[in-house]
């Protein structure tokens, strides 16, 4: 295997193309993942609600009040707040 430029000579072209995708990739994300180093803030808490209220959507087909299929998602999220279930109305 002899080298060129410090590349292995013997790349075979999937090998580039993969690099090639890789290096575009991160150009394209370069503000995102730099911003995610500084700050380390996520959306995946946001994603777990949005994953829940899905969850629960699906399986309460039949709920008619609102106020039941709330119920429904804070039960499903486990350890419900009861004391503020009465002062929370919806929009």
Known sequence: ???EGGRPSDLRPHR?????????TIRKWAAQIVAWHQSHVSNGPTEAINNLVKRVKRTAFGFRRFEHYRIRALLYAGKPNWSL??????P
């Open 85 to 90: 279930l009465d002062q929370l109305t919806p």
């Open 1 to 3: 295997m002899e080298r």
């Open 16 to 24: 580039r193309r993969a690099r090639r995708r890789l290096g575009r």
